[in-house]
C-alpha cells in the first residue's frame, strides 16, 4: 500500500489500530517529497527533523496507549504565510526571507495542540498577491497534473503538495480565491471559512478584512476534520467571531434530499471556458439526481466585483505592507547613506513588481481627494454585494458557481497582463467581500487532463451545509480519487 495516498482519516484509523506507525507515515511522504519535490516545488522549507521528532512523540504516546486527538500523527503543509515558532515564514517575499517568527500563530497552535506532524512550508505568490503561484520571490510551483501549467495561487504550494501527496492536507490563506482557485486547479478540495470563523492571528496580513486561514484535503471529510481543528473563537483576533464551532464531521450525512442549490444567471458569463460550463452543468444534474433542488438566484452586482475587491485590498495592503520598512523586521539594504535612502532602497528591493503595483493602487485609493471617489465608493459597492447574497440566500442554502471560469493555464500565459490575471478571480472574490464560506471540489476533467472545481457558496457560519453538499457530491463521483501522473 502507497501510504502516501492515505487521507487524514484513512491514517487516523490505521494509527489507532497500531497498523502503522506515524514515525513509517511521515517518513513515506518524506521520501515521497525527496522523489517529487523536486519536479513539483511545492515546499519553500522543510523540517524534516523536526517532524520526525513529533512522529516519534506520537509513537511513544501510541505504545502506552494514550488516547489521542483526530490529527495525532497526521503529516501537513502550512503555507509559508502562516507563523511558524522558529520555523521560517518567508511569504515568498525577499522580505521575509530569513524572518523566523518568535511565535505561533493560534492555527500552528491547534494544529500543535493535536499532535499534528508539520512537514514544512509551501510555496505562494508574494504575500498571497496572485492566481498563479508565478509571482513568488523564489521560484514556480508546477500543477501536478500538467507540470508545465500553473497550479493556481495564491496558495499553490499548498495546493500541489496535496495534490501530489507531498503531505496528508494543507492549510492555505484566501483573501480573494487564493484556497479555491488553486483547489481547483490541482484537483482537490479547499474551503475558505466564513470571516471570523478561523483566527487570523499570526497570519501576516494582506487585506485585514477579507483575509482567512483555511484547509486543503484530498476528501471532505479531511477538510470537516482540518476545519474543526483550526476554527473557534480566539481572543488574539478580535475579529474571530464568538460562536461555538459545530462537529463538521456529523453534517456528513450523504443526505442532500431537499437543499435548494441556487445557480446565479449572472456568473454564467461570455469567457466562460465550455468544458468548465459543462462540467458544472453535470456536477449540478448529480446533485438534482440526488434529491436536491435547483433554484434561479440573481447576484446582480457581480460585474463591480473585481473593481471593489482591488481596490479595498490594494488599500488595506498599501496599510499593512508599511511595517515592511528595514527596521522592525525582514530585509533591510546595505549601506544607506541615510534613513530616507534605507527606507527606499530597503522597499524597493525587498518587493516584487506584484507587491510594488499593488502598494502603489492602494495608495492612490486611499489618498486624499481619491479616498472618496474610490475607496469610499468601493466599501459602498462592497455592501451591495453582501445584500445580493443575503437576497439570494432567501431562495436557497447553497450556491454553486463554477470556481474559476478557465481550466489551469500555462506558465507565462498572463503574467504580462495583470489585468488578465486579475480577471481569473471573478468568482471567488464576492464571497470573500461578503464573507461567506466557500469550497472548491474537483467535477471533471477537460480532454486535456486538467482538473476542474465547482465552487459551493454557503450562509454566514454555515460551513456544515456546504460541507455536506459537498461530501453527497463526492459519494457520488469518483473525481477526488484521480491522482496526477507523476
Ligand atoms: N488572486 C487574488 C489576488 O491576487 C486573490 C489572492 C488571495 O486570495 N490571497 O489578490
Not at 446565479?264 to 456536477?283: K, L, N, Q, R, S
Request: hydrophobic share 40%; aromatic share 8%; proline share 6%.
Amino acid at each position: 500500500m502507497d501510504l502516501t495516498q492515505l487521507t487524514i482519516h484513512e491514517m487516523q484509523a490505521m494509527l489507532a489500530t497500531r497498523e502503522v506507525s506515524a514515525t513509517e507515515l511521515v517518513r513515506s511522504v518524506l521520501d515521497r517529497i525527496t522523489r517529487l519535490d523536486g519536479q513539483v516545488a511545492a515546499y519553500t522549507t522543510l523540517t524534516e527533523e523536526r517532524a520526525l521528532e513529533q512522529a516519534g512523540t506520537v509513537d511513544r504516546l501510541l505504545a502506552v496507549g494514550t488516547p489521542l486527538p483526530p490529527l495525532a500523527g497526521i503529516p501537513l503543509a502550512i503555507k509559508d504565510v502562516i507563523c511558524t515558532k522558529g520555523v521560517r515564514t518567508t511569504c515568498a517575499s525577499k522580505m521575509l526571507e530569513s524572518y523566523e517568527p518568535p511565535y505561533d500563530a493560534t492555527v500552528i497552535r491547534r494544529l500543535k495542540a493535536q499532535e499534528a506532524v508539520l512537514l514544512g512550508k509551501t510555496n505562494m505568490d508574494e504575500f498571497a498577491m496572485g492566481s498563479s503561484t508565478e509571482n513568488s520571490s523564489f521560484f514556480r510551483t508546477r500543477n501536478p497534473w500538467a507540470l508545465d501549467h500553473v497550479p493556481g495561487g495564491s496558495s499553490g504550494g499548498s495546493a500541489a503538495a496535496v495534490a501530489a501527496d507531498l503531505c496528508a492536507a494543507a492549510l492555505g490563506s484566501d483573501t480573494g480565491g487564493s484556497i479555491r482557485q488553486p483547489a481547483s486547479f490541482c484537483g482537490i478540495a479547499g474551503l475558505k471559512p466564513t470571516y471570523g470563523r478561523v483566527s487570523r492571528y499570526g497570519l501576516v496580513a494582506f487585506a485585514s478584512s477579507l483575509d482567512q486561514i483555511g484547509p486543503f484535503a484530498k476528501d471532505i471529510h479531511d477538510c470537516a476534520m482540518l476545519l474543526h481543528a483550526i476554527a473557534g473563537h480566539d481572543p488574539c483576533d478580535s475579529t474571530s467571531a464568538n460562536l461555538p464551532v459545530p462537529d463538521y464531521s456529523s453534517a456528513l450525512t450523504g443526505d442532500v434530499r431537499g437543499v435548494r442549490i441556487g445557480i446565479p444567471d449572472d456568473y454564467f458569463i461570455e469567457g466562460m471556458d465550455p468544458e468548465v460550463e459543462a462540467a458544472i452543468w453535470t456536477a449540478i444534474r448529480t446533485l438534482k439526481d440526488l434529491g436536491a433542488t435547483q433554484e434561479k438566484v440573481l447576484l446582480p452586482h457581480t460585474p463591480y466585483a473585481i473593481a471593489t475587491y482591488y481596490i479595498v485590498a490594494t488599500a488595506e495592503a498599501s496599510s499593512n505592507l508599511g511595517r515592511y520598512d528595514g527596521v522592525r523586521y525582514g530585509y533591510r539594504t546595505t549601506r544607506p547613506t541615510d534613513l530616507l535612502e534605507m527606507y527606499q532602497r530597503s522597499r524597493r528591493e525587498g518587493f516584487g513588481p506584484e507587491v510594488k503595483r499593488r502598494i502603489m493602487l492602494g495608495t492612490y485609493a486611499l489618498s486624499a481627494g481619491y479616498y472618496d471617489a474610490y475607496y469610499l465608493k468601493a466599501q459602498k459597492v462592497r455592501t451591495l454585494i453582501r445584500r445580493d447574497f443575503e437576497r439570494a440566500f432567501e431562495q436557497c442554502d447553497v450556491i454553486a458557481t463554477p470556481t474559476s471560469p478557465t481550466p489551469p493555464f500555462k506558465f507565462g500565459e498572463k503574467t504580462e497582463d495583470p489585468l488578465q490575471m486579475y480577471l481569473s478571480d471573478i468568482f471567488t472574490i464576492s464571497v470573500n467581500l461578503a464573507g461567506l464560506p466557500g469550497i472548491s471540489i474537483p467535477c471533471g476533467f477537460t480532454k486535456a487532463g486538467l482538473p476542474i472545481g465547482l465552487q459551493l457558496i454557503g450562509k454566514p457560519f454555515d460551513e456544515a451545509t456546504i460541507l455536506k453538499v459537498a461530501h453527497a457530491y463526492e459519494q457520488a463521483t469518483d473525481w477526488h480519487r484521480r491522482k496526477p501522473p507523476l
